[in-house]
């Protein structure tokens, strides 16, 4: 058996396509969606990110400005900034931060409204409670993957690897939202593949190149990779094996899986915010 290929790319276009067309009827009516992206860091591979989101938000009419400050009282000052400037429709805090600086404290200051990538507590917060609010993008590139692909939740077991506030415990929220039944587990788990196993879903971001391997998957399970990880030649690597493919019956690749859709959600949470600012 081999696992069938859960790609993200044609969903991604779906989604960006949606939201060129809504950025256009916004920027005819005098209001180009706006985002924000501000950087703290010299980190290439987090340089080469947001460049990809700009080049993105471009060729769907969304106008992107890149921000760069160096310590931590300066990403403040941009946000503050940001939060107060109507142009302004979406903002987004680029990690890695410098150091001492939490994430948590500097996204304060990015309003729920403006907070298109979910990482403020206030986001995360009304997230949690089901109450209206931006889903970090990853994490509902997860959910969007599995709709895409059809894959049941209701009742499902789905375990997820990873505790962060990014990913893991927003996507555990979403699927716990979807009527699964969720176990959040992570790298420090003591005999992590016996609970893996157990998942008819295994969503995997944990940040740790090939944590997950045949062994600590049950035959038939979907598994969604969330990792990024750079190798030595250079290359991206996901939290999964590759081998994991003779033993569940679907899988993301990395790349071309989460990531295509995260930056296509991204961009629509831009849009939606630009429309409701009006």
């Keep these: 058996m081999t696992a069938a290929s859960l790609t993200g790319r044609e969903l991604a276009t779906t989604i960006r396509a949606a939201a060129s067309a809504r950025a256009a009827e916004l920027t005819v009516a005098g209001r180009q969606p706006r985002l924000a992206v501000v950087t703290a860091t010299d980190d290439e591979a987090s340089a080469a990110y947001v460049r990809s989101i700009a080049n ?25 900034q940001l939060a107060d400037d109507p142009e302004v429709h979406g903002v987004m805090l680029q ?38 609010a931006f889903a970090p993008a990853t994490a509902e590139a997860v959910l969007a993957l599995l709709d895409y692909y059809h894959v049941e939740l209701h009742g499902r077991h789905a375990v997820v690897v990873g505790r962060s506030v990014v990913v893991g415990k927003p996507v ?3 699927l716990l939202d979807r009527h699964a039944t969720v176990t959040i587990s992570h790298s420090r788990t003591a005999d992590l ?28 399970a ?27 019956a679907a899988l993301s690749p990395v790349p071309g899986g989460v990531g295509p859709v995260t930056t296509a959600l991204l961009l629509r949470h831009v849009v939606e915010a630009a429309a409701a600012a009006g």
């Design 193 to 220: 593949a016996a609970i893996t196993r157990q998942a008819d879903v295994l969503v995997v971001a944990a940040g740790r190149a090939s944590l997950i391997g045949p062994e600590h998957v049950s035959p038939g």
């Design 56 to 80: 993105a938000a471009g060729k769907e009419g969304i106008a992107c400005d890149l921000l760069r400050t160096t310590t931590a009282a300066g990403v403040s000052a941009t946000l503050a």
């Design 95 to 132: 990690t890695p931060l410098p150091e001492g600086a939490l994430l948590a404290d500097l996204a304060r200051a990015i309003p729920a409204g403006k907070d298109v990538d979910g990482a403020s507590p206030e986001s995360l917060g009304r997230l949690t409670a089901g109450l209206p």
């Design 172 to 174: 555990a929220h979403l």
């Design 222 to 248: 979907t598994v969604i990779d969330v990792g990024t990880n750079v190798t030595d030649a250079g290359r991206l690597a996901g939290d999964v094996d590759p081998a994991v493919a003779g033993v569940a």
